[in-house]
């Protein structure tokens, strides 16, 4: 055909086409990307950005991960020099026995003490002490993407709080406001503890002026001193009558709280409950009753002594306008106590009256935050709870419990104070211990948590890595293989295409 050459249109289009492919190559080759724009492979580029999207995310978490290790390793560096200390202080105080050096082994037990305190101070990292605070920190563990949502999972982190010290709080001034009953005999006559059996009346808000809806959330806290009878029922405050009511009494060893709305007012009736605690003779305590009920009576008493939840009672529901009179460490008028209608039977051992000793009343129709709830429970023991000492935490689990590790051991000093021993200073000391364990058995399964999901994380990341690299990484091999042909193609093509634009010349000498 004289005025189309097919066969160079042909070369023409190999040549593009090998270019085109040997071009593709060469950026596959300089790239190391098989997929590395939307127009090579939209599908697989989708993809491979949203999971790059999601490797990112994860590689942050793991950096968090890493700070929240750093910060529990940081605290559990100090748990040798902790035990070191006690050991130490346990030394000094069987040292003591010896009836020699009672100063010196005293200091040596003071200068422990304040080690352990700059030790568990000195265990901050970047401002995280997971040994001194009680503050909760919360860290990022993963999430999982559920379409376009994301599902988070967290880990938080309760610091030990082995150095904190309840706030200071006044022995006479109620630190929480609203309260609807507020006795204080350290007020009242100038001395702890001497409010005697008597009959308070009504009083509004208490037992009298709860509206038509009644009352369904009660704090209701008391310092007093058992007597030595513990045996015989004894009444220490009791509010109601024979069918609604609120009551605290002493029977067999137990401070037993107890509660009722018999009546059907408009919401579910409940019938007599209580819940216990084990008391001894002698001795100071507080104690609170909280009361969190419902309209349909199944909410609960919760049963406090010395600060520390010893109780629950369930089926609990609203309580409402009671007008007999209340007593305080008797019976005004009646009052449903272990399930039985009773009356006021005097005093001495054979009465229902306290035999003991009432401090502090207070009453709220609110329940109260944890913060608060301390306040209370410090605003009760201030000036009637013995010093804590020594005498302060023998025999009594739950105040050892509730104190912090430094607390405990200062507790051991002076070693002149009253109610020391050897043997009361050891059990402080092996309370301080068994505190310092729990806390650092605490970090270590933290410590345990996130490290299994540090190296989850690594092992996802690196999978996700590599499903990636297999959808948009080229093969270098494959590619190298490629180059050649496609430069042989070219080359070709380029030959053909130069043999068929020669045979026009070959036409125009058959006219010379």
Not at 10 to 24: F, I, P, V
Not at 231 to 259: A, D, H, M
């Amino acid at each position: 055909m004289l005025l189309t050459n097919a066969s160079a249109m042909t070369a023409m289009r190999t040549l593009r086409l090998a270019e085109s492919n040997l071009d593709t190559t060469q950026n596959r080759i300089s790239t190391g990307f098989k997929v590395s724009k939307a127009g090579d492979n939209p599908a697989f580029f989708l993809v491979s950005n949203t999971v790059r999207g999601d490797i990112t995310a994860y590689e942050g978490q793991r950096d968090t991960l890493l700070y929240a290790l750093g910060a529990i390793q940081t605290a559990q560096a100090a748990q040798s020099e902790i035990d070191n200390a006690i050991l130490n202080i346990k030394s000094a105080v069987v040292a003591l026995e010896t009836g020699s050096g009672e100063k010196e082994l005293e200091r040596v037990i003071l200068e422990q003490v304040d080690q352990v305190r700059k030790i568990i101070s000195g265990t901050s990292f970047n401002g995280i002490n997971l040994l001194e605070r009680d503050n909760v920190e919360t860290f990022l563990l993963g999430y999982e993407r559920e379409g376009r949502s994301l599902d988070f999972d967290t880990l938080s982190i309760r610091a030990q709080g082995l150095a904190l010290r309840t706030a200071p709080v006044s022995a006479t001034i109620n630190p929480l406001p609203g309260a609807a009953l507020d006795l204080n005999s350290q007020n009242t006559f100038g001395t702890p503890g001497a409010y005697t059996p008597q009959s308070l009346g009504s009083i509004s808000g208490v037992n009298v002026g709860l509206g038509g809806s009644g009352v369904s959330q009660r704090t209701f806290a008391i310092s007093f001193e058992t007597g030595a009878d513990i045996t015989t029922e004894q009444i220490i405050y009791e509010e109601g009558g024979g069918i609604r009511g609120l009551n605290i009494s002493i029977r067999n060893g137990q401070l037993v709280f107890g509660g009722y709305n018999i009546p059907n007012d408009g919401t579910t009736p409940w019938g007599y409950r209580e819940a216990q605690a084990t008391v001894q003779a002698n001795t100071r305590y507080t104690a609170q009753l909280v009361l969190d009920g419902n309209a349909s009576a199944t909410g609960e008493f919760r049963a406090y002594l010395d600060g520390t939840l010893v109780d629950t009672a369930t089926g609990v529901g609203v309580l409402y306008n009671h007008g007999n009179a209340i007593g305080l460490g008797r019976i005004a008028g009646n009052a449903v106590v272990n399930g039985v209608v009773k009356n006021d039977t005097g005093a001495g051992p054979t009465g229902n009256r306290f035999q003991g000793a009432n401090d502090k009343v207070v009453l709220y129709n609110q329940i109260f935050t944890p913060a608060e709830f301390d306040q209370m429970t410090s605003y009760l023991a201030e000036g009637w709870l013995p010093p804590k000492g020594i005498a302060f935490y023998i025999g009594s689990q739950a105040r050892q419990d509730s104190a912090t590790l430094v607390e405990l051991l200062e507790a051991v000093a002076p070693v002149d104070q009253p109610g020391f021993s050897t043997a009361a200073a050891l059990e402080v000391l092996d309370a301080a211990q068994e505190k310092a364990n729990r806390a650092f058995a605490q970090l270590g399964f933290y410590e345990d948590r996130i490290t299994g999901q540090r190296d989850y994380l690594m092992g996802l990341t690196d999978s996700l890595e590599e499903g990636v690299a297999a959808l948009v990484e080229a093969d270098l091999q494959e590619e190298s293989a490629r180059l050649q042909s496609f430069q042989v193609q070219t080359t070709l093509a380029r030959q053909s295409l130069q043999i068929s634009n020669s045979r026009s010349n070959i036409l125009l000498t058959l006219f010379n």
